[in-house]
Nanobody, 121 residues
Framework: QVQLVESGGGLVQAGGSLRLSCAASGTIFRTSVMEWYRQAPGKQRELVAAISSDGSTNYAESVKGRFTISRDNAKPTVYLQMNSLKPEDTAVYYC???????????????WGQGTQVTVSS
């Protein structure tokens, strides 16, 4: 069974930094796109950043220049370096990945359990 486990969330003051990690475990043969989403209270879940297997990246406009997504295909793990954090970045952050396991490729991908990021003003 494939699992995604996030870590690195916490409480930080505005202007500070955090680094999130999401490690995939289980029998995994390949990984495709890996992503970070976030969901603030009362709001819909939104895509924050995505990285393909060849390293190309996409970012939400609200985080461009402040957040950096990266990955280690050998582990496999995806990271989100968050700098110059703002109170509006407060949310639960989820990783999402398309993985090939013993069951083949999942059409919907796999989700982590989420990690809370709180930015105080």
């Amino acid at each position: 069974q494939v699992q995604l486990v996030e870590s690195g969330g916490g409480l930080v003051q505005a202007g500070g930094s955090l680094r999130l990690s999401c490690a995939a475990s289980g029998t995994i043969f390949r990984t495709s796109v890996m992503e970070w989403y976030r969901q603030a209270p009362g709001k819909q879940r939104e895509l924050v950043a995505a990285i393909s297997s060849d390293g190309s990246t996409n970012y939400a406009e609200s985080v461009k220049g402040r957040f950096t997504i990266s990955r280690d295909n050998a582990k496999p793990t995806v990271y989100l370096q968050m700098n110059s954090l703002k109170p509006e970045d407060t949310a639960v952050y989820y990783c999402h990945a398309y993985l090939k396991s013993l069951a083949g490729w999942s059409t919907t991908g796999s989700w982590g359990q989420g990690t809370q990021v709180t930015v105080s003003s």
